[in-house]
């Protein structure tokens, strides 16, 4: 059975860079067609991608954090880390990891998200 898992701290101090890994289990993070996600959402706010990085190791990023964003992966271990530099109070949401299957354009599997604070 196919889980992800976030994991990283809940509160994160303004201008700090915010670490958040996805632990993948049931499935390798190489597997072909998959696409392993970071998404967040604000409080009171909708959904918004993030960014991902693909079965292959290739990385996307949404136009509006590239700049701040980095996503790694650790294939030994299945596992695929978010690092959102530059953090503001903006930056405080729900995030969540979640698999996205390309043949089938769906996110299948998520993870059941972590709440981030930014606060000094």
């Known amino acids: 059975q196919v889980q992800l898992q976030e994991s990283g701290p809940g509160l994160v101090k303004p201008s700090q860079t915010l670490s958040l890994t996805c632990i993948v289990s049931g499935v390798s993070i190489t597997t072909n067609d998959y696409y392993w996600n970071w998404i967040r959402q604000p409080p009171g706010k909708g959904l918004e991608w993030m960014g991902t990085?693909?079965?292959?190791?290739?990385?996307a990023y949404s136009p509006s954090l590239a700049s701040r964003t980095s996503i790694s992966r650790d294939t030994s271990k299945d596992q695929f880390t978010l690092q959102l530099s530059s953090v503001t109070p903006e930056d405080r949401a729900v995030y969540y990891c979640a698999r996205y299957y390309g043949p089938a354009q769906i996110y299948d599997y998520w993870g059941q998200g972590t709440q981030v604070t930014v606060s000094s």
């Open positions: 990085i693909s079965y292959s190791g290739n990385t």
